[in-house]
């Protein structure tokens, strides 16, 4: 297995998150989306780009903290 330093992100608790995120978070943001009366349509196609959001999150996070090693 690859140590990409993961799982010290935020006390341990990331890879728990992260698929919790990846799960829940394009459904809640769906919701948000219709409920505001956005299109269907374009609503679906944020709750898709809200997946990127948690890569580059982690992405982030993985620099900042291999950094300050």
């Known amino acids: ?17 992260k698929r919790i995120l990846i799960l829940f978070m394009p459904f809640w943001v769906f919701l948000i989306c219709w409920t505001l009366g956005i299109n269907l349509f374009i609503s679906a196609i944020v709750a898709g780009a809200s997946l990127s959001i948690i890569q580059v999150f982690e992405k982030m996070k993985l620099k900042r903290h291999l950094e300050s090693k």
Not at 2 to 17: A, I, K, Q, R, V
């Open 1 to 17: 297995m690859f140590d990409d330093g993961s799982d010290e992100l935020l006390g341990g608790l990331w890879p728990f998150m």
